[in-house]
């Protein structure tokens, strides 16, 4: 079993930054991707940028360039530097971690992120 606990969430003016971490305890195995996704009031749950155990990275076309996911295997955690926010990012940020090769899939409960003036 893997808990995920996000942290970072909060409400900034557009234009400010913010940066979310997740840290994963339990059985975390070595070849795994770790990630973000949101959920905007009224829609779907969407990716916003995952990381392999590798370090290969992926965003979603709406955050390139201002937003950076990055982790450290050593300590299993993975973060989400969020610059240049847009009211359209506001969403709660969830942290996702898949385990290759075996379907498994874990989830974390969420942190708010409001960006409003």
């Known amino acids: 079993q893997v808990q995920l606990v996000e942290s970072g969430g909060d409400s900034v003016q557009p234009g400010g930054s913010l940066r979310l971490s997740c840290a994963a305890s339990?059985?975390?195995?070595?070849?795994?991707?770790m990630g973000w996704y949101r959920q905007a009031p009224g829609k779907q749950r969407e990716l916003v940028a995952r990381?392999?155990?590798?370090?290969?990275?992926n965003y979603a076309d709406s955050v390139k360039d201002r937003f950076t996911i990055s982790r450290d295997n050593a300590k299993n955690t993975v973060s989400l530097q969020m610059n240049s926010l847009k009211p359209e990012d506001t969403a709660v940020y969830y942290c996702?971690?898949?385990?290759?090769?075996?379907?498994?899939?874990?989830w974390g409960k969420g942190t708010l992120v409001t960006v409003s003036s």
């Open positions: 990381i392999t155990s590798a370090g290969s990275t």
């Open positions: 339990g059985s975390i195995f070595r070849y795994n991707v």
């Open positions: 996702n971690l898949v385990v290759l090769g075996s379907g498994m899939d874990y």
